[in-house]
T-cell receptor
Framework: GAVVSQHPSRVICKSGTSVKIECRSLDFQATTMFWYRQFPKQSLMLMAT?????????EQGVEKDKFLINHASLTLSTLTVTSAHPEDSSFYIC?????????????FGSGTQLSVL | DQQVKQNSPSLSVQEGRISILNCDYTNSMFDYFLWYKKYPAEGPTFLISISSIKDKNEDGRFTVFLNKSAKHLSLHIVPSQPGDSAVYFC??????????FGAGTTVTVRA
């Protein structure tokens, strides 16, 4: 299957700093990328959907000014957690799909475990 | 508000026996259901899916059953193999690409 690379896999930061997470599609053009968050023992929750070249669409309850998403190219989307706080500590994971691909063709990154001290 | 629930966080099964994973949902607008498998340090990978117009879909050792009236689906793996040890996620969508996930079930296949 297609490959989606997500970096870093783990990051520890101090409260108040910003953290950038990258999601790259290595062998296909990702016209749409999705960002999820998972708290311990809970489900993956969709945070936002981004289409290449346009602004991300955020799910209800997700602060767009706190979680900045950029999808400037067909192979790269970034999620920046701004002014991170301990409650932002979570597992973040992206998924991507190419043009015209069905829902079964969503490919996931390996995730980023963020710990905010 | 969790619309997809996997109430069993873990399942242990002997090699060669059947693994049955369950999933319940609340949103009647869901029309497509998927199961994903996840190994440690890797992203979830698609395993099998079923449309709401069907009640069963089979792919090799994997079969998914859908009971729309009960808003319940299950994944059967038979026979279970050691390589099946992983976390399994149930997911659902309502005619779009947004997936609602369950919390996952960790399957351990004992030799």
């Amino acid at each position: 299957g297609a490959v989606v690379s997500q970096h870093p896999s783990r990051v520890i930061c101090k409260s108040g700093t910003s953290v950038k997470i990258e999601c790259r599609s290595l062998d296909f053009q990702a016209t749409t990328m999705f960002w999820y968050r998972q708290f311990p023992k809970q489900s993956l929750m969709l945070m936002a959907t981004s289409n290449e070249g346009s602004k991300a669409t955020y799910e209800q309850g997700v602060e767009k000014d706190k979680f900045l998403i950029n999808h400037a190219s067909l192979t790269l989307s970034t999620l920046t957690v701004t002014s991170a706080h301990p409650e932002d500590s979570s597992f973040y994971i992206c998924s991507a799909r190419g043009p015209g691909q069905g829902i079964e063709k969503l490919f996931f990154g390996s995730g980023t475990q963020l710990s905010v001290l | 508000d969790q619309q997809v629930k996997q109430n069993s966080p873990s399942l242990s099964v002997q090699e060669g026996r059947i693994s049955i994973l369950n999933c319940d949902y609340t949103n009647s607008m869901f029309d497509y259901f998927l199961w994903y498998k996840k190994y440690p340090a890797e992203g979830p990978t698609f395993l099998i899916s079923i449309s709401s117009i069907k009640d069963k879909n089979e792919d090799g050792r994997f079969t998914v059953f859908l009971n729309k009236s009960a808003k319940h689906l299950s994944l059967h793996i038979v026979p279970s193999q050691p390589g099946d040890s992983a976390v399994y996620f149930c997911a659902a969508s309502a005619n779009d690409y947004k997936l609602s996930f369950g919390a996952g079930t960790t399957v351990t296949v004992r030799a």
